[in-house]
Structure formats: structure tokens, C-alpha cells
């Protein structure tokens, strides 16, 4: 989906910034001990066998093989794919999402030097960052292969009730997923059905377990657990904090898919996992904010627009925040404007639709009554925008589909604290 540009123009693009003349010889800088560790551990999460990214970085021989395009990507700041800025924000895996000036520096002056490997003895290799939680419990797996059916815009919203496997009421602190077909499935929304009526409002009879579901994209009895997008990372809470599932709950699992309507229809199998408890002291619920009524002119480079809610409810935490849109959007924001007019920065970075987050807080905050929460989301929708896809570029309104534009913050809450 992302388009970079191809290596020839990185590689000019560098050979402009005039570097010094002068100093023709570069720093020595082995693999083993100096640039190893930052490699396994900020770049080869995606980059190993089954990774997000091509290719395996984990070992001297495979890096060393890639040096060159490791330095331009790195150089040019195309990698690691963009996350929230700690400095707003400290939040879970900050760490490992992006790389020091130093560390930019040594992976630089190492492909310069022509990749050695140094001396296998120094080496300081981490463990490659295992991104998925070994610990669920509970998988809730699509009740059949699905073989997709995209509309004339390439979207297809497809929605299954899932066997609720509880006897008794459950709380959930850890989600992670199984993706299907990575290829097509541009989210996955786990949700319980309060009315336990899933798809009537999509004009089902009720006893459907597979159906249709668009416009609305949820139905407004739904209460959501969850959401994946491309790139993100299991969810944990903090001890003692999970989401409640009741027996009897209907749970709703709603794909998004994106393929070309064009080629023969691909196929897909996705399932939830989850790691769930008897007890927790608090319990935790997902909520969304965001603006819907934009207008995203065409060819604007930079175009923001912004919502703000107004604490009515009480005291309540925050342990975490999802940003969302789609593949025009470019930079995020949110915060707390407090009554007494200071402002509390909760997530802000710039947006990369192919790796999207739930940043889950390292300090859970506070969101106290009469404070405001306010998200602001900017686009790039003009012609040379990494992901346009009109041409010419053209006006965007709020819209589900891939198409179009959505501003969602979505954020893990509770009341009280
Ligand atoms: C969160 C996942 C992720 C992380 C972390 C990540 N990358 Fe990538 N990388 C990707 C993806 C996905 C692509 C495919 C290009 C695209 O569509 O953006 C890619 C492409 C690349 C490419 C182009 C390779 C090719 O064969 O086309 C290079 C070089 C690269 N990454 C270097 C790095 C380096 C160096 C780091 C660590 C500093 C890193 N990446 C960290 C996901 C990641």
C-alpha cells in the first residue's frame, strides 16, 4: 500500500545534501557489538521470516546483504515505519519504534564502511522482539473461510457472530490477533452486541451469523472491545484493569477488506486471541472521538480538522489511544485542555496508514469532569501525497470505505480510577 520512492531517487536525494567532502573515511563500525543489537531489536520485529517488512535482518549475513538499503531508508528517516513521538508520551514499545540520532549515525557509518561483521565474539544480540502474547487463553476464530466479495470501490464490510465460549463472566487484559490473508484485511473490529441482534440493523432477519454489515459501519448497539489495523501490536492492559465479556454476550467480529474488484477473489481466515481472568478491580471500555463532517479539498497538502469533547461523565482514566484514518492521513494529535487552561499531550505523531497502533500508556491519565479531550487529525490528500490514489486529487469527505477519510481516536477508558 505504502508507496516509497525507489532507491536510485533516495539515493540522489542523499547525494544532494552535501556531505563534507573532506572526510573520506568513514568510522570503522562492525556489526557485532555496534550495530547488531539496534538492527534485531528496532528493525527486525517487521523484518524477519513472516514480518510486516520484506526480508530478515536478524542475522550479519542477511543485513549486510541489505547495508545499502538499510542506509538509505534509514537516512532519509522512511524507517522505522513512523510512531507516536514519546516526548508527548511515554507508551508501551516507544523504545523499539524508533531509532536515536546515534544509532541512525553507527547504521550509517557501518553500510559506508562496507558492511563488516567484526569479530563474532563482541557480539551483543538481543532476542528478536517477540511481538505476539504467548499467554491467551481464548480464540475466537472466524466460522468459516470467507471468500471476498468487494464492491465497485474495492471494500467489502463483512460481518460473523462468534461462539461465545464463556461460562462465566470473563475480563479480557490481553488481545491479540491471527491475521487470515494480510494481503486484503484492512481491519478487524471485535464488538459485543448489547441487544444480542446482530444484523437486523443490517437488515437481517437476526438468526444470519454471517452478513453484510456497511453503512453504518457499526451498529449503535454495539460496544466495541477492539480494533486491528495493519501493524499493530497486541494489547495489554495494566494489572488488575480488562474489557468484561458476559456469557450469552453476543460477540460480533467485523472484517474490512480491500482488495481490487478487478482479480479473481482472494480468500481469508482471521481470528481473535485472548487472554482473559475471573477478577479484575477495574473495568475497562473502549470509546471514539473524532470529527465527521470534514472536507478534505483536493490537492491540500495539509489539511486538519479537529473535535473536542467536554468531560460531562466524572473523574475517568485513560490507558491508551488508537489513532485512525485512512490512506491520506499524515499526522495526529491529541491532548487534554484542562479547565484551568493547560494542556496535557496524550498521543501526536506523524500517521502511517501501514502501521497503526494502539499506544497503550506507561502512566495511565487522568481525564477529570470539566476537561476537554480535543483530536486533530491532517491529511495530505494533493497529487504527490504517498498514498494518493485519485488522479487527479479529489475533494474527501468522511467515509467507511478506504476511499474515503475518517478521524477516530479511539481510547481505552474506565471511570474513576
Ligand atoms: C513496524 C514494522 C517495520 C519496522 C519496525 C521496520 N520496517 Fe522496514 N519495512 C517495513 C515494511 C512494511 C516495508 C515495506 C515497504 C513499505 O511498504 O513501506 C519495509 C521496507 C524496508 C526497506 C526496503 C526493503 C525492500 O526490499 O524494499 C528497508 C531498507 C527497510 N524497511 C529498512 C528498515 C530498517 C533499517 C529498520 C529499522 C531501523 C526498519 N526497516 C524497521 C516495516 C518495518
Known sequence: MRVLLPLTALAALTACTGKDAVDSTPPDVAWYGEVEDTVIEKCATCHQPGGLGPGDWSTYETAAAGAEAIKVYVENGAMPLAAADPECRSYHGAERMHLTDEETQRIIDWADAGAPAGNPAHSNAPEIPYLHLDDTDTTLEMPLEHTLEVDEGDNEYFCMILDNPFTETRYVTGIDVEVGNREVVHHMLLAVDMNGNAGVGYGTDGTQTAFRCQDP????????????????????FPDGVGLQVNPGDQLVLQMHYYADHDLPAQTDHSAYKLRTTDHVNTVAEMAAVGPDDFRIP?????????????????????????????????????????????????????????????????????????????????????????????????DIVWGEGSNAEMCYMLFYYSMGQ
Open 298 to 394: 483536493a490537492g491540500a497538502d495539509s489539511y486538519s480538522d479537529s473535535e473536542s469533547l467536554e468531560n460531562d461523565f466524572g473523574r475517568m482514566t485513560l490507558y491508551g489511544a488508537f489513532p485512525h484514518m485512512h490512506l491520506l492521513g499524515s499526522y495526529f494529535s491529541s491532548s487534554i485542555r484542562k479547565m484551568g487552561g493547560s494542556e496535557e499531550c496524550l498521543v501526536r505523531g506523524e500517521y502511517d496508514f501501514d502501521h497503526q497502533m494502539t499506544y497503550m500508556f506507561d502512566v495511565p491519565v487522568q481525564f477529570n469532569r470539566r476537561d476537554r479531550l480535543v483530536v486533530e487529525c491532517t491529511w495530505n490528500n494533493a497529487a504527490d501525497a504517498p498514498n494518493q490514489y485519485n488522479d487527479p486529487p479529489q
Open 217 to 236: 459501519i457499526l451498529e449503535s448497539d454495539w460496544l466495541l472491545l477492539h480494533a486491528w489495523t495493519p501493524g499493530m501490536e497486541p494489547v495489554e
